[in-house]
């Protein structure tokens, strides 16, 4: 049975227009309760980031600790420098039952 909502879970995620999801910073600090996650590496953190982004490596993704830090009452903005990446973490997430994701412009 749970492989049958999974499926339909993926159709429906399938038909959501990613382009959609794309926002800009400025726009993303309008958000109410905005939570920036960075999947880049550490190096790349480091050199550059959002002011208040959380760093997740991204092979780090489904650790304990960072699902806990990530409220699901928060909207999530997805930093990674290859926009396919961020669109599986934002569909994963979308998966996860994360209402309102967003993917850094």
């Known amino acids: 049975m749970g492989d049958q909502k999974l499926l339909e879970d993926l159709i429906s995620l399938n038909k959501t227009d990613f382009a959609q999801l794309v926002i800009a910073e400025k726009e993303a600090k309008k958000l109410k309760n905005c939570t920036f996650v960075?999947?880049?590496?550490?190096?790349?953190?480091?050199?550059?980031?959002?002011?208040?982004?959380?760093?997740?490596?991204?092979?780090?993704?489904?650790?304990?600790?960072?699902?806990?830090?990530?409220?699901?009452?928060?909207?999530?903005?997805?930093?990674?420098?290859?926009?396919?990446?961020?669109?599986v973490i934002a569909a994963t997430l979308k998966l996860m039952a994360y209402p309102d994701i967003y993917i850094l412009q």
């Open 38 to 87: 960075d999947f880049r590496d550490k190096a790349k953190f480091n050199k550059h980031h959002v002011k208040d982004a959380n760093h997740v490596d991204y092979s780090d993704m489904f650790s304990k600790p960072m699902m806990e830090e990530l409220n699901k009452s928060n909207s999530l903005v997805i930093i990674h420098d290859v926009p396919e990446v961020a669109g």
